[in-house]
């Protein structure tokens, strides 16, 4: 009996990855996945079916036994967001590449970025160039490699898309940059997915880079006008202007839509180049389906739906996770990280524990945070204009989270199912702050709820203790008005009336 190959997926807590590993699945592979924190992959609904190793890609000795007995290798990796991420790009690549070749791995596959032909006249930004770079640094391993470079990737939940949608529903009228004049060949995610799983049985004397990308090519005010045809909006009015500069536009793109500057700024400055397909050989190897490749428009269509119908697999904010393994988390023994302020209320809660549990892991996106809508807008916007990531990334899913993934500006860093839901604060401020809202249940239903901030210097001090005053109504709005959700939703699923609030809070800073 053959025993399947067996694929390593790297970058499995991002976009891409998240989404390849059931389409290998689902072709017959063995699967091994890699990541730096498994315990962020553990929620996700095909952890059961693969193998898991703990590693890091610029780690060389981490990466013996991550690709020990490996076939196909898959590198998506970048670290897109830092403020170096050329230079972190081009480190973990060049510890991967040889750690591949020394592993005898058959096959490496990299989903890199479309670039124009190179010319003395057309300068690449910093992001195509790194993906570039990482491709060639690929390429001379030594080990067969595919490098597939893709423009923009049209799917739910992909940095490019969330950009392109938000700037045409948020903005009916706009003055624009002039790369919204810049031609693109956009791909849907569906096709990107065939074509990186398509890659593992390339013959093994294929070693070479594929432009890959759609039947469509257009320009960025194209493809708005055509998504707002698509999702029923009026026709908008834009108005290219040339003072506006990647970086203005940038900090734009950063306030209007979900991805934050850091991201943006990027993604904008490709944009002035023209990223069209150079070669379309690779149907030689991995022909198109029967139905054709996907068009923009349907491909718009599929990730309208899929928003709408709150199934989105991935997102692109869960691939970026802050913060060092050696910060400390709330769960210290006697908090050795130093000073810990905390902030606990708890409430008797007239409902069953499961009705108090379906709240506490819906908050946030459409549902908000349950107190003081306007506070939490006004610290949202504040965040967006330094920098932060503000409140606009939502959720990925109105009803479940997964460890790893973001919630507005929070990321789930722990989730016991029915009893604890804790949420990493990604806002900027001058420390490390969390928020747990937990359910108990000795010997009636009780919510538990906790903000906590370890502040970092004497401004972390001075931040908390000028927004104290501030706790009783955010907090203490929020820990009742949770409680009275419980409860109404416990009376719906009985058919009783709401029940009479329960005893005050009590809290202690």
Known sequence: MTTSPRCLVTGATGY?????????????????VMARHPERLRDHPWIGQVEVVRADAAD??????????????????????????????????????????????RRLIYLGGLSPKESPTERLSAHLRSRHEV?????????????????????????????????????????????????????AIRDVLRYLAGCAGLPADVSRSFDIGGPDILTYQDMM??????????????????????????????LVTPVPSSIARPLVESLRNEVVCGNKDIAAYLPDPPEGLLGFERAVELALARIQEADVVTRWSSASVPGAPSDPLPTDPDWAGGSLYV????????????SLWRVIEGIGGEHGWYSFPLAWRVRGIADRLVGGVGLRRGRRDAQRVYVGETIDF??????????????RAEMRVPGLAWLELGVEESPGTTYVQRALFHPRGLLGHLYWWSVAPFHGVVFGGMARNIVRAAERDAAAQSGQPVPARPRRSRSRA
Do not use: C
């Open 225 to 254: 006008q055509r998504y707002a045809r698509v999702a029923g909006l009026p026709r908008r009015l834009i108005v290219p202007v040339p003072v506006l500069t990647p970086k203005l536009s940038s900090h734009w793109v950063g």
């Open 410 to 423: 929070w990321r789930v860093e722990e989730r016991q199912e029915g009893t604890l839901l804790r949420l």
């Open 16 to 32: 891409i990855g998240g989404r390849l590993v059931p389409v290998l699945l689902d072709a017959g592979y063995r699967v091994r």
């Open 60 to 105: 060389a000795a981490t990466l013996v036994p991550a690709l020990a007995d490996v076939d196909v290798a898959y590198y998506l990796i970048h670290s897109l967001g830092t403020g170096a991420f050329e230079e972190a790009d081009r480190g973990t690549a060049t510890a991967f590449a040889p750690a591949a070749r020394s592993a005898g791995v």
């Open 343 to 354: 902030d606990r209320r708890t409430r008797a809660v007239n409902a069953a524990p499961a």
């Open 135 to 187: 491709g060639e640094i690929l390429l001379a391993s030594g080990v067969p490699t595919a490098v597939l470079r893709a423009a923009m990737i049209i799917g739910s939940g992909s940095a490019s898309f969330e950009m392109l949608r938000y700037l045409t529903e948020r903005l009916p009228a706009m003055i624009t940059p002039r790369w919204l004049k810049t031609r693109i060949q956009p791909i």
